[in-house]
Structures are given as C-alpha cells and as structure tokens.
T-cell receptor
Framework: GAGVSQSPRYKVAKRGQDVALRCDPI?????LFWYQQALGQGPEFLTY????????KSGLPSDRFFAERPEGSVSTLKIQRTQQEDSAVYLC??????????????FGQGTRLTVV | GQQVMQIPQYQHVQEGEDFTTYCNSS?????IQWYKQRPGGHPVFLIQ?????EVKKQKRLTFQFGEAKKNSSLHITATQTTDVGTYFC?????????????FGAGTILRVKS
C-alpha cells in the first residue's frame, strides 16, 4: 500500500477484555515498530521487529502485551486482560532500514484504544 | 519513562514571530530525527541529523545537532498558521540489533493570526 495502515482506528474495550491491533507496514519495509502514545505525550517505544524477528521488546509494559510479525510483513499487537491504564493511541511505524541503518520511520494513523 | 527531554512543553506565538524547541538527552545519541504531528494526525518525519555539530535547513526551519550529540534544536523563522502542531525530537540509540528511536514529549506550537 501507499502508507502504513492500522486497524481498527478506534477500539473501545471493557476492562478485562483482550484486544488485537493490526498493522500493515509499507511493502518491503524491513523494520517495524510499535509505540504507545498517551494524551499530550510523545510516542513511547514498545517493541521492534526486523522482518519476522522481534529484536527488542524492552518497552512492553507487562506480560499482558504481546506482539508478533510471523511472516515479516503484517504485525499484530495483542493486549490481554485490558486495564484502564492501557488507554492510549497505539502507533505502528515501518522503515526501510536494516540493522544499524538510520532511516526515517513512516507512521500509521494509529489505533485509539479506550478501556472502560 | 522518557529519556529525551524536550522544552518548552507548549508555546503560543503571534504569526510572524520565531519559535524554537530544544531537545536534550542524558546519553550520547547516534542520530536525531524530528517529526511533526498535526492535531488528530500521526507523526510525520521532517529531518534526520547524524553528525556532531550538524546544521540543516528546510525553508524556514533550521535544525541543529549539538557537538556532543546530546542535544538538538528546531528553529522556525516567521511562523505561519500552517506551522501549528506538535514537534517531536526522537533520539536514536544504537543497540546490538540496531536503532531504537526514543521520543521526547513534544512541544505544542499554536500560532495566532
């Protein structure tokens, strides 16, 4: 596609419910990032994939958060037993760069998750 | 938590005035990127700085990377209403497997016409 696509754009979940957020990166982009953006804050790093390999998951806030990219393209961020503090915009970004390359990140529109 | 500090948090200027936002890291960065996010939108890449002391210009925007590669600034000359948005710096930290971008909290710019 022309850009990074995320779905759904909005998600309302009841506390305790599991959610799955999808990211379609730009075709051919090797690197994929997930960020969490709270209202009025900058994006906070969650995890990073190079192709299908999850090379850094140091930003995942708890073991309720799980991300995968099984075929090196589409990625899913899953949050189990959602809690109110999980409410945020979840941004996915992809970049052409490989390891040790500094290239720009293209962001999707994000998924706004509200836990009630 | 955030390891890249950005100030000011918020600035409201009269159209035509200049604007500057500053970014500081506690550790040396491999590179720094700047992004702009319009209200309701997503971050859009503006520029990347890699070299110590580097200065880059994009029309009315001037970007600087400090000599120690720990700080950076974005200066906008003669702001326009189209400059409204949140400006984020993102510091690149080199790890074993590549770079992680650590974002500052952003500076919200409002322009009065």
């Amino acid at each position: 596609g022309a850009g990074v696509s995320q779905s759904p754009r909005y998600k309302v979940a009841k506390r305790g419910q599991d959610v799955a957020l999808r990211c379609d990166p730009i075709s051919g982009h090797v690197s994929l990032f997930w960020y969490q953006q709270a209202l009025g804050q900058g994006p906070e790093f969650l995890t990073y994939f190079q192709n299908e390999a999850q090379l850094d998951k140091s930003g995942l806030p708890s073991d309720r958060f799980f991300a995968e990219r099984p075929e090196g393209s589409v990625s899913t961020l899953k949050i189990q037993r959602t809690q109110q503090e999980d409410s945020a915009v979840y941004l996915c970004a992809s970049s052409l760069g490989r390891v040790y390359r500094n290239t720009e990140a293209f962001f999707g529109q994000g998924t706004r998750l509200t836990v009630v | 938590g955030q390891q890249v500090m950005q100030i000011p948090q918020y600035q409201h200027v009269q159209e035509g005035e200049d604007f500057t936002t500053y970014c500081n890291s506690s550790t040396t960065l491999s590179n720094i990127q700047w992004y702009k996010q319009r209200p309701g939108g997503h971050p859009v890449f503006l520029i990347q700085l890699v070299k110590s002391g580097e200065v880059k210009k994009q029309k009315r925007l001037t970007f600087q990377f400090g000599e120690a590669k720990k700080n950076s600034s974005l200066h906008i000359t003669a702001t326009q209403t189209t400059d409204v948005g949140t400006y984020f710096c993102a510091g690149g930290r080199t790890g074993i497997y590549g770079n992680k971008l650590v974002f500052g909290a952003g500076t919200i710019l409002r322009v009065k016409s």
